[in-house]
């Protein structure tokens, strides 16, 4: 079974600051995605990054990057020069490419960028 | 463009009222899928589909049916709304072997069982 771990239920950033949003998983697939994604509070899920278990380097994708340690089983997304749209609820999730699509999600972590 | 559409957006109904939720794929996905987020939960799956009459139970699937006659639509079926059913749903769809930016959402219904 998979199990995603996200232990930050809110988090406050100021404006132009960088901040990381922390998640850690768990499976006994040797092949699996990680995926971030964001919910602001009109309720939209927006894809933000995905990192495969076998990627060489970390994910980027303009201001977001994956910060990937395998060995330590996290995926923490940071978010660089944070504006105030970035606030949200952003999720971690974790699928098995290859096979169904099932996501696994974390419980997520609302931040709130401030002045 | 590629988008899963879900309807109704926004829904109010009583305790033990039928109702479906439509869920419709324009881009000939074979995996379709439902989820249910709660406060605190995150989401979970409901049922999924690997394509036209292949249906499975997901993580939560106590209280819903679904069906996958055309490739295009999973509608999700609630025949006996309770409260502890009021949630935002979310349908998706993906190519069965999909992987990054290939999982599509939809906007989210918001169902509210008094």
């Known amino acids: 079974a998979q199990k995603i771990t996200q232990t930050q239920p809110g988090m406050f950033v100021q404006e132009k600051e960088a901040v990381t949003l922390d998640c850690t998983y768990d499976t006994s697939d040797p092949s699996y995605g990680l995926f971030w994604y964001k919910q602001p509070s009109s309720g939209e899920m927006i894809f933000l990054i995905y990192q495969g278990s076998y990627d060489q380097q970390n994910a980027t994708e303009g201001r977001y990057s994956l910060n990937f340690q395998k060995a330590r089983k996290s995926a923490n997304l940071v978010i660089s020069a944070s504006q105030l749209g970035d606030s949200a609820m952003y999720f971690c999730a974790m699928g098995s490419p290859g096979t169904a699509s099932k996501l696994t999600f974390g419980t997520g972590t609302r931040l709130q960028v401030t002045l | 463009e590629a988008q899963v559409t879900q309807n109704p957006r926004y829904l109010i109904t009583v305790t033990g009222k039928k109702l479906t939720v439509t869920c419709s794929q324009n881009?000939?996905?074979?995996?379709m899928s439902w989820y249910r987020q709660d406060p605190g939960l995150g989401l979970r799956q409901i049922y999924y589909s690997m394509n036209v009459e292949v249906t499975d139970k997901g993580d939560v699937p106590e209280g819903y049916k679904v069906s996958r006659k055309e490739k295009r639509n999973f509608p999700l079926i609630l025949e006996s709304p309770s409260p502890n059913q009021t949630s935002l749903y979310f349908c998706a769809s993906s190519p069965t072997r999909s992987s990054g930016n290939t999982i599509y959402f939809g906007e989210g219904s918001w169902l509210t069982v008094v």
């Open positions: 881009m000939n996905h074979e995996y």
